[in-house]
């Protein structure tokens, strides 16, 4: 029952696949038909086989070509059913456009009758070797079009009939051609030679000439698309993935130019020229750059460069080290870009906010201002510049010479592919290097491209192609369980699977078997389970309840703070608040600078590198500062801003003691409206202390008696404990320490086997004297 469901699960598919082909000429799930060839080859159904096999090579052969995997396929549909009339027929298709160049490569030098008798005994063996050639090469020809079997009644039929009488001609001819040059070569030797054996080969030259123009014209359709081989840079931009605006904006802008071109040629004025110089912005991988290549061959096609070329360059290739030399660099660059296109990525880096005097990077700007404006290169060069759109705006607006030369018009933003695009992309990339991915690969490639899109360093196609590549080298690298076709085309879920193994212990389980911290456990959980609901509200299409997950955990060191802060970050990322669910923990150090500009730009640094996870800024009352020049303010005024942009794509948590967080909190009313989530973590009882000891202990396979701890627990209630948790593993590290000295500086060392797994009274004696 099962297997004449399949069965019919096929037929289906199979129908469905030859509307396809009809409708666009290929197929697009070409992992489908790999698996049904996989899975028919093994079931040795013969006809069905070869049905798909033909399918296959119909839908590649639109795609890539008749390349030589589309004729194995026709092959093996043929060898699978010999009666497949249509691959049959496609294998004599391409047989007939191959011999498209029969006579290309049998030329015949011109000889005259006025020729020198050396020179004519030289043409003359020219003339016998091409036609003994030609004979040769014809004969093996004539053989392969007997011996095709297209559709009866067929135009291929009919074709093949025409070449096969034209081969028959041209061998005849040559035949003949043979003849008369070899009498000729003899009268030439000879005291006397006669004319009439030249004549006999102008004639049969003549008639070679005749056939090879009708052969021509056989092959007439077929040779104007082979000569399709130059894209046109609209088709080109046509064919991209996405980028709708983007199109239309270069579609209205060639028009343009078409119109202005037109105008020049009515022989009308047009005193001021519409600006080449571009500036193109969008986040990574958007496609800036393939624009620009795009843009220049545009420009050279409508005349108004005279190449096509595209100089790249970046702020390593202009900007010097020491005077003179930027401007030089410049120059240089231009020069190799007059007559086409100058292409700066990144263009922003050449002057940054905060750079010392020592770089030269406003030189650049400046020398590039002069050479687009100047009597010597002016007009002579395009100039595109790309970069992420707030920083180009700003950079522009730093440098009014330069922002002057780009009319807003002229500004592209690229703007960052849909989920779907990238998918589009993905497969692309997969097809470029011959692989199909199966639906399950496609849905884990969109889990993983989820995963990593969290901020606007995100790559885009870059990413996506990279992915594909990382697929197909662990496909490569791992051990193969079959060897077939699919094994070498097929990229599958466990391909595009993360190499990074999640952790099998539950992020909740891990809270509860924390010590102590009752409290904080039931608050996160709490919390967890509403933001849970909401989330299952927003699948329902219910309104949601906004979710404030900005933390604020106060108390002493050593309490927890940072190991429940991991887990926060773990349970955000289970419930799907989160992309990364990994934890970024900071001080002060890592946010604040010594000059004006540079905080700012750590900040967000620090920022950017926690976006998908949670921010722990430990000791956050420490950013306020306390003299009137300090930087912390700038963290703080950053941080809020950032937290507004970025939203749910980031959680912060500030920690550190009660009264000087709630001075923190006051000291900006932006910071303390996002910190609605209060946790404190209480300092831990003796008791909690000794279990805190006694499962670190544990850990290593160390134990402790009944008398040791009972005389840690008298020892730790009158003694003055800082660090909490942190002070109990440190003790028991010193112990463990003081133990191992103990135990290897006595005499009996073959004899301690018990003695190695216990902690005694004596070690953390000595333990405590240190740690006090």
């Known amino acids: 029952m099962e297997q004449h469901k399949k069965q019919i699960a096929l037929e289906e598919q199979l129908l469905l696949w030859e509307e396809e082909i009809q409708s666009k000429g290929y197929i697009d799930d070409e992992a489908g038909l790999i698996m049904a060839i996989k899975v028919l080859t093994k079931a040795g159904e013969q006809k069905k086989l070869s049905h798909v096999l033909t399918l296959a090579a119909q839908s590649r052969a639109k795609r890539n070509g008749f390349d030589t995997l589309v004729l194995e396929w026709l092959k093996s549909a043929v060898e699978q059913e010999a009666t497949n009339k249509l691959a049959k027929s496609m294998l004599a298709s391409n047989e007939w456009k191959s011999k498209g160049k029969l006579f290309e490569d049998f030329a015949y030098p011109r000889i005259r009758e006025t020729d020198n008798r050396a020179l004519k005994k030289k043409t003359l063996v020219q003339y016998i070797d091409i036609s003994q050639q030609f004979l040769g090469h014809a004969e093996e020809v004539l053989d392969e079009l007997n011996g095709q079997t297209p559709i009866a009644d067929s135009d291929l039929s009919g074709k093949f009939g025409r070449l096969t009488e034209l081969v028959e001609s041209a061998m005849e001819e040559t035949a003949a051609l043979l003849k008369a040059t ?241 998918l589009e992309i993905a497969k692309q990339a997969a097809r470029d290097n011959d692989y199909a991915m199966t639906e399950p690969a496609k849905q884990e490639l969109r889990e993983r491209i989820e995963k990593e899109r969290v901020d606007e360093t995100f790559g885009n196609a870059r990413t996506v192609r990279n992915l594909v590549l990382e697929a197909i080298f662990k496909k490569g690298s791992r051990k193969m369980e079959e060897d077939d076709f699919s094994t070498y085309t097929l990229l599958e879920k466990a391909d595009f699977e993360s190499s990074i193994k999640p952790s099998t212990e539950k992020p909740l389980d891990s809270l509860q078997a924390l010590i102590g911290l009752d409290t904080v456990k039931s608050e996160v959980t709490t919390l967890i389970s509403f933001v849970r609901m909401q989330q299952f509200r927003k699948e329902k299409g219910l309104p949601a309840v906004p979710i404030q ?137 003796v008791d909690e202390l000794l279990l805190i000891i006694r499962n670190y202990a544990g850990k290593y396979q160390y134990k402790i008696n009944d008398q040791t701890l009972e005389f840690l627990s008298k020892k730790l209630l009158g003694i003055e404990i800082k660090g909490n948790g942190r002070f109990a593993t440190n003790l028991v590290d010193e112990a463990i320490q003081f133990q191992a000295y103990r135990l290897m500086s006595s005499e009996s060392v073959e004899n301690l086997d018990q003695d190695v797994l216990y902690l005694n009274k004596q070690d953390f004696e000595a333990a405590l004297k240190k740690t006090q």
Request: glycine content about 8%; overall charge negative; charged content about 25%.
């Open 182 to 422: 070899r009498l000729y070569e003899e009268s030439v030797s000879g005291v006397f030679h006669t004319a009439i054996h030249f004549e006999e080969m102008k004639k049969r030259l003549d008639t070679l000439d005749k056939i090879k123009l009708q052969w021509q014209e056989e092959f007439a359709g077929e040779s104007e698309v082979q000569n399709k081989t130059e894209i046109d840079p609209l088709a080109e931009l046509q064919q991209m993935v996405g980028l709708e605006s983007v199109k239309a904006r270069v579609n209205d802008f060639y028009r343009f130019l078409k119109y202005q071109q037109k105008r020049k040629e009515l022989g009308l004025q047009t005193k001021d020229d519409q600006s080449l110089n571009m500036v193109l912005t969008g986040n990574p991988g958007t496609g800036k750059t393939s624009l620009a290549r795009l843009l220049a061959k545009i420009y050279h096609q409508l005349g108004v460069l005279p190449r096509e070329e595209i100089i790249e360059a970046d702020r390593s290739q202009l900007v010097g080290a020491y005077v003179g030399q930027t401007e030089e660099n410049v120059r240089k660059i231009v020069e190799q870009a007059l007559g086409g296109v100058l292409f700066i990525d990144e263009a922003y880096s050449l002057k940054r906010e905060g750079q010392t005097g020592n770089d030269y990077g406003q030189t650049a700007i400046d020398t590039l201002v002069s050479l687009m404006t100047g009597n010597e290169y002016g007009g002579k060069f395009a100039v595109i510049l790309a970069g992420y759109p707030e920083e180009m705006r700003l950079f522009l607006d730093a440098n009014p010479g330069l922002r002057s030369r780009f009319p807003q018009s002229n500004f592209i933003h690229l703007p960052d592919y849909t989920e779907d695009e990238l």
């Open 549 to 685: 997950l900005h933390s604020v955990f106060t108390g002493n060191p050593g309490t927890g703070k940072t190991t429940v802060a991991k887990i926060y970050a773990e349970l955000l990322k289970e419930c799907g608040m989160l992309k990364r669910g990994h934890l970024i923990t900071s001080s002060r150090a890592d946010f604040v600078a010594g000059f004006v500009g540079q905080t700012a730009i750590k900040t967000k640094k620090k920022i950017r590198e926690a976006l998908g996870g949670v921010l722990f800024i430990d000791e956050a009352y420490s950013l306020l500062g306390q003299s009137s020049g300090d930087f912390g303010k700038e963290v703080i005024d950053t941080l809020v801003d950032e937290m507004t942009r970025h939203n749910e794509n980031l959680v912060v948590i500030l920690a550190g003691y009660p009264a000087e967080m709630n001075l923190l909190l006051e000291s900006n009313p932006g910071i303390r409206s996002r910190f609605k989530k209060f946790y404190h973590f209480p300092d831990y009882s």
